[in-house]
Nanobody, 119 residues
């Protein structure tokens, strides 16, 4: 069982930065994906940015050029540097760990951390 602990959420003003961190414990699969999803108020959860264990990345269009995802594989950690935050970035951000144990895609989620962008 993989457990995820997120940190770094908070309240900021438009244009300010924020960095989220997530540490995974109990992960033992070499091939995996770590990343971030978010759920804005009253909306569905959406993918923000993900990064494979091979270093490949994928971003949703609305954060390209503003958010940067990175990993420290030795520490089973993933980070999301968010620059130029906007009110529409307000959401609960969830850390994701995904692997393919026994050839079955398996997702583990963190409890979520609130990011609020408001003037």
């Amino acid at each position: 069982q993989v457990q995820l602990v997120e940190s770094g959420g908070g309240s900021v003003q438009p244009g300010e930065p924020l960095e989220l961190s997530c540490v995974a414990s109990g992960s033992d699969q070499t091939l995996n994906i770590m990343g971030w999803y978010r759920q804005p108020p009253g909306k569905e959860r959406e993918e923000v940015a993900i990064m494979g264990s091979d270093g490949s990345t994928k971003y949703t269009d609305s954060v390209k050029g503003r958010f940067t995802i990175s990993r420290d594989n030795a520490k089973n950690s993933v980070f999301l540097q968010m620059n130029n935050l906007q009110p529409e970035d307000t959401a609960v951000y969830y850390c994701l760990y995904r692997d393919w144990r026994n050839r079955v895609m398996t997702d583990f989620w963190g409890p979520g951390t609130q990011v609020t962008v408001s003037s």
